[in-house]
């Protein structure tokens, strides 16, 4: 199994940054790709940024300009630094990483999600 940790979040006021960052761990043998998420209270939740093991990035409309995705594959950790954040950036941030780990000498696919961590924007 692959378990992701995600720590950064917090409460900053409107303009402000925060970076987060998401580790994963386990027996991993490839990690694909890993994105973050995010759900604010009475929405779906939804793709915020991505990138891929060959450093592609995608980002939603709303945070581009404004949110960086960026990856350390040697410590299997992904980080979105967030700039000029807004009230509706407000939400609860999740990452999420997909790939192949190990067990018992075989390889098998993962999907795995972060317990989540809050971001509030709010003077």
């Known amino acids: 199994q692959v378990q992701l940790v995600e720590s950064g979040g917090g409460l900053v006021q409107p303009g402000g940054s925060l970076r987060l960052s998401c580790t994963a761990s386990?027996?991993?043998?490839?990690?694909?790709?890993m994105d973050w998420y995010r759900q604010a209270p009475g929405k779906q939740r939804e793709l915020v940024a991505a990138?891929?093991?060959?450093?592609?990035?995608n980002y939603a409309d709303s945070v581009k300009g404004r949110f960086t995705i960026s990856r350390d594959s040697a410590k299997n950790t992904v980080y979105l630094q967030m700039n000029s954040l807004k009230p509706e950036d407000t939400a609860v941030y999740y990452c999420?990483?997909?790939?192949?780990?190990?067990?018992?000498?075989?390889?098998?696919?993962?999907?795995?999600w972060g317990q989540g961590t809050q971001v509030t924007v709010s003077s």
């Open positions: 999420n990483a997909r790939g192949r780990y190990w067990r018992n000498r075989r390889l098998f696919d993962f999907d795995s």
């Open positions: 386990g027996n991993i043998y490839i990690i694909n790709a």
């Open positions: 990138i891929t093991s060959g450093g592609s990035t």
